[in-house]
């Protein structure tokens, strides 16, 4: 008799057989599952694959889905008589012409339409009085020779795919994708779906009361994991109409922003003051404006990191402005002159300098000063006949352009506390009526990049922002609204293929949309700034022609406080002064005679200027300048010196 022990190992080793036919059983129909699970996913692959093919090829399958309705419709009239056929089917006609109103926008569709339904109607008319078969191929003919163009029309060439989504219709995708975003979400429903060139687009209308526009825009991202594709290629953005409870959602197969746009050529309108900056990422065009007719010029923000694409942005901008024939560019390029090489000999000024560029901005603010008083006392006719002075606001003309003050690096120069600072803040305020308009560049459009100034970040962007990539998840919010919901910083740095995305950016000016847009490309800038006319600039603040040299030689340097050219000869700044045009600036500053003689070739001081004002007996009363108030002088004669 077997021991308890060996009895034990006996039982456990019949249990192990046991297990093993067990585990083979199962595995025998584990395989045999696994047969039945990839003949079923095979199945389904091959049925979403038709499904897919169905939606790709749905326009090309609705002439068969015509021919069997007109069969249908035949074999359901079959024994009526002609006149009541004539009848349902005129009814039939016209519900069909009434339902495609809204896609028959060209004559030919139209034509194509109405031609198409009435041959139906005789078709169906013949076929229920005469009874006869062969009528059937008369019908197959007639379809036929419809067929053909539609399929002309509507073939689905390289590149024109829709996007794919998931098992059934592009509606059933929606309710289960807003299932999974749980209450309310599923109260929402899809409305005008239409097929674009890559895509289809559509509204969805959000239960009132529980969601908003914002909230819909804050799930781009999940919408997007639900179409198992980018954010770039999932666009959601508000209605035109701004219905708070809808938004535009729509499907892309690929962003138009992964591929370059090249340069069409000059396309700034001058009756509207509006030029296209390039394709949005699914269809049409986003526009910024230069200036708005009846009023003024606009200012810019320009932003984006390093290879965002913003140097090649500003040769755009200079290249439209130069083309149009009624803007003269003015650039500031503090690297150097390295970021925009190809407008050192063709703007109408250009500098490379913080010096320069400070210069340049004091005689941009001469400039903004005499364009006032010149608009403020000119005289103008009204459509009643009726003579008025002083105008409101600055239309560009050839004879008088919008000057463009174009400045890369901005953080170079707007310094806290600075002139310069200051000097751009007064032309961001007050430059727009006297048809002067600013660009800034910078990397980071923070208040500190700007010198603390709030006034000159908020009125410049009160015009126009082009934000491409930048470096900074927190720059979202800085020159964008709220009520604008992107983030620049989410912009890729190189495409699906690596190539690079300089050039993608949010665009918020006329007619902006939330979506990324890229910038046309202009491949041979150089050769595009010198193809373009040059207009005359003549500024009203500086009149080099009529201010006379000075008769004297400077005398040698005297002892004291000032230097040489400081203390020269008081009949050398006496005939400077009157030589001035008093004629076309009835009054002046000191500074502004100042910044009036330096740009004739002197170097007169403010000191040396004062001094000659007072001591010359210059602004005395019986002397040949008025002094009205303090530090403001007028000539007394108004003639134009000439020499």
């Known amino acids: 008799m077997p021991s308890k022990r060996q009895a034990v190992k006996a039982k456990a080793a019949e249990q192990l057989v046991i297990k093993r036919a067990e585990d083979k059983r199962s595995r025998k129909i584990a395989r045999r599952w696994n047969v039945v699970a990839g003949v079923f996913r095979a199945v389904a692959g091959a049925a979403r694959g038709l499904w897919a093919l169905r939606f790709r090829h749905r326009r090309q399958l609705a002439p068969f889905w015509v021919l069997a309705g007109l069969w249908v419709a035949g074999f359901a009239t079959t024994g009526v008589a002609p006149g009541g056929v004539l009848i349902l089917a005129l009814i039939g006609a016209a519900a069909a012409l009434f339902r495609l109103r809204g896609a028959l926008d060209r004559r030919v569709e139209q034509v194509y339409a109405l031609t198409g339904c009435g041959l139906a109607v005789v078709w169906l008319v013949v076929c229920a009085a005469l009874g006869d078969t062969r009528m059937d191929w008369v019908g197959i003919v007639m379809w036929a020779g419809f067929a053909v163009p539609w399929w002309h029309h509507h073939a689905v060439r390289p590149g024109d795919a829709p996007p794919v989504v998931h098992d059934g219709t592009l509606e ?56 198992e594709r980018s954010v770039a290629t999932t666009l959601v953005e508000p209605t035109r109409t701004q219905i708070e409870n809808r938004f535009r959602l729509t499907l892309l197969e690929r962003s138009r922003v992964d591929a370059v746009h090249h340069w069409p050529g000059p396309q700034l309108d001058p009756t509207t003051g509006l030029a ?3 394709p949005y990422a699914d269809q049409g065009v986003g526009y910024a404006r230069f200036w708005r007719p009846g009023s003024g010029p606009t200012h810019w923000m320009v932003c984006g990191c390093t290879d965002g694409g913003k140097s090649r942005f500003l040769d755009w901008t200079l290249l439209e402005s130069r083309h149009s024939g009624l803007i003269a560019s003015w650039v500031g390029d503090p690297q150097g002159g390295q970021s925009l090489p190809a ?9 490379d300098t913080p010096e320069g560029i400070s210069d340049m901005l ?14 403020a006392r000119r005289e103008w006719t009204d459509e009643d006949g009726n003579t008025w002075m002083g105008v409101d606001h600055f239309d560009p003309t050839p004879e008088d352009p919008i000057i463009e003050l174009v400045l890369d690096e901005a953080q170079d120069i707007t310094v806290s506390g600075s002139p310069e600072l200051k000097i751009l803040e007064k032309l961001a305020r007050k430059s727009r009526k006297t048809g002067i308009r600013l660009v800034l560049a910078t990397q980071m459009p923070s208040i500190d990049q700007l010198g603390g100034s ?22 979202k919010n800085m020159v964008l609204p709220p009520s604008f919901p992107v983030n620049p910083y989410a912009i ?43 207009i005359p600039l003549t500024l009203r603040s500086v009149t080099p022609a009529t201010v006379r040299p000075p008769t004297q030689p400077f005398p040698a340097e005297q002892p004291g406080d000032v230097t040489g050219q400081d203390m020269v000869g008081a009949g050398n700044i006496r005939d400077a002064i009157l030589g001035l045009n008093w004629g076309a600036r009835p009054e002046m500053r000191r500074g502004e005679i100042v910044d009036t003689l330096k740009a004739a070739g002197y170097d007169y001081s403010l000191s040396a200027v004062q001094k000659a004002l007072n001591g010359d007996n210059l602004s005395r009363p019986d002397g040949e300048l008025l002094n009205p108030s303090h530090g403001l002088y007028r000539r007394t004669a108004t003639q134009e010196v000439v020499v």
């Not at 407008?343 to 500098?351: L, S």
Request: net charge neutral; proline share 8%.
């Open 343 to 351: 407008w050192r000999t063709t703007a109408h000024r250009f500098e």
């Open 172 to 227: 059933q995708w929606w309710t289960n994708t807003a299932e999974a975003f749980g209450a309310p979400w599923p109260e929402s429903r899809m409305i005008e779906v239409a097929a674009i060139d890559n895509g289809v687009t559509c509204e969805i209308v959000l239960p009132p009361g529980k969601l908003t526009t914002a909230d819909a825009v804050a799930k781009a991202g999940r919408i997007a994991s639900a179409r």
């Open 454 to 475: 709030m006034t000159l970040r908020g009125q410049v962007v009160a015009g126009c922002v082009a934000s491409l990539r930048t470096a900074e998840n927190v720059t």
């Open 362 to 375: 004091r005689d941009l603010e001469a400039e903004m000063d005499a364009r006032s008083r010149d608009l």
């Open 276 to 278: 296209p900056v390039g």
């Open 492 to 534: 890729p740095r190189e495409t699906p293929e690596g190539e690079t995305t300089a050039g993608t950016m949010y665009l918020y000016g006329p007619r902006a949309r939330p979506v990324p847009l890229r910038n046309w490309l202009v491949p041979k800038v150089h050769s595009a700034a010198v193809a373009a006319p040059t």
